[in-house]
């Protein structure tokens, strides 16, 4: 590769897609909290498209909830979850998915696939880097200030 430039080294984590009828997206390094962003996607994962951003934005406005399933230990109970009881409005990890699914919906048009027939078979998030600060304190001590970042995939297809 010439003039330092390269190709990136990850790969997505779905399998076995039908490159004719599917379409692809991912961010990566984005500064929300990996419980959060697994927990949206759970929440999204069998959605069509347009459902999905549509639940993303009302996350946003805290109109709806997004239901906790694995990190909900001492979370309140929210109103408007269907079979469940634990949620939260992850205001700022729901625009950063939302940003994901605008990707995935232009992949899906440059490859000529219906937005409106599209529906999410894939949504995952993994953990990625942790950049770490610290904040000086009185008597020589420190305290940690760290920033997770998430790595967030999308794979929708056209039924």
Do not use: L
């Given at each position: 590769m010439a003039n330092g430039a390269y190709m990136p080294t990850w790969r997505y984590s779905v399998q076995g897609l039908d490159p004719e009828r599917t379409a692809i997206a991912s961010g990566r390094d984005l500064q929300i909290k990996p419980k959060a962003a697994r927990e949206i996607c759970h929440a999204i994962k069998g959605m069509k498209l347009e459902d999905a951003k549509r639940f993303l934005e009302d996350v946003a406005a805290k109109k709806r909830p997004v239901p906790y399933y694995r990190h909900r230990k001492k979370v309140a109970h929210r109103k408007g979850l269907q079979g469940h009881d634990a949620g939260r409005y992850p205001e700022k990890a729901a625009t950063e998915p939302l940003k994901v699914l605008k990707s995935v919906e232009a992949n899906a048009e440059f490859k000529g696939l219906y937005p409106e027939r599209l529906r999410?078979?894939?949504?995952?998030?993994?953990?990625?880097?942790?950049?770490?600060?610290?904040?000086?304190?009185?008597?020589?001590?420190?305290?940690?200030?760290f920033k997770h970042l998430t790595h967030i995939e999308v794979a929708v297809e056209e039924f």
């Open positions: 999410i078979v894939h949504a995952a998030a993994q953990r990625g880097r942790v950049i770490r600060k610290y904040i000086p304190r009185a008597f020589g001590r420190a305290t940690p200030y």
